[in-house]
T-cell receptor
Framework: ETGVTQTPRHLVMGMTNKKSLKCEQH?????MYWYKQSAKKPLELMFV???????ENNSVPSRFSPECPNSSHLFLHLHTLQPEDSALYLC?????????????FGPGTRLLVL | DAKTTQPNSMESNEEEPVHLPCNHS???????IHWYRQLPSQGPEYVIH???SNVNNRMASLAIAEDRKSSTLILHRATLRDAAVYYC????????????FGAGTRLTVKP
């Protein structure tokens, strides 16, 4: 399997549930990203892991918790989400250097919070 | 923060060139200009990027104004498969988290 894969592709959860999104890259990259794409809004960068160091966007609520156990895997743990968190969550990867290197995106997980 | 502005939508006929504009009047000296596109039901994919000089690759060309306050993505011969949302993005070489997406231009290609 090649490229960036994400599971699940679709997820419906209640506000009290805890779930996790998974991303895996097979490109030998050492930087991984989580993005949020809401309807009619630009893509928002949520988190970056580069060379196993997390660079955090401080505007992301604490109900989103990323985890990067190694350079190939990235998780986004979700708990007590709100309906406005319903969106497409995209994972991407790249080489850490140069920082302007190409990012490769997965197909996304479409999340619906009821 | 530097921002980009793009037209909401554009139309093109198949086999004709398409020029997609992007304004970034507050661009800084360390900002690279990237273009990505997002086909329906897919994640974005890289198209091209540049700093000051015009760039060409197999997918497109990027024309950057001399003052760098605007740029144009050029698709030389649009195909139906080029129908997508095209994003003009400023990427600061100093700060990897500083990704600033525009609202994107939805390109429709008519046969």
């Amino acid at each position: 399997e090649t490229g960036v894969t994400q599971t699940p592709r679709h997820l419906v959860m209640g506000m009290t549930n805890k779930k996790s999104l998974k991303c895996e890259q097979h490109l030998g990259h050492n930087a991984m990203y989580w993005y949020k794409q809401s309807a009619k809004k630009p893509l928002e960068l949520m988190f970056v892991y580069s060379l196993e160091e997390r660079v955090e966007n401080n505007s992301v609520p604490s109900r989103f918790s990323p985890e990067c156990p190694n350079s190939s895997h990235l998780f986004l743990h979700l708990h007590t989400l709100q309906p406005e968190d319903s969106a497409l969550y995209l994972c991407a990867s790249s080489q850490a250097w140069p920082v302007t290197g190409t990012q490769y995106f997965g197909p996304g997980t479409r999340l619906l919070v009821l | 923060d530097a921002k980009t502005t793009q037209p909401n939508s554009m139309e093109s006929n198949e086999e004709e060139p398409v020029h997609l504009p992007c304004n970034h009047s507050t661009i800084s000296g360390t900002d690279y200009i990237h273009w990505y596109r997002q086909l329906p039901s897919q994640g974005p994919e890289y198209v091209i990027h540049g700093l000051t000089s015009n760039v060409n690759n197999r997918m497109a060309s990027l024309a950057i104004a001399e003052d760098r306050k605007s740029s144009t993505l050029i698709l030389h011969r649009a195909t139906l498969r080029d129908a997508a949302v095209y994003y003009c993005i400023l990427r600061d070489v100093v700060s990897p988290i500083d990704m600033r997406f525009g609202a994107g231009t939805r390109l429709t290609v008519k046969p």
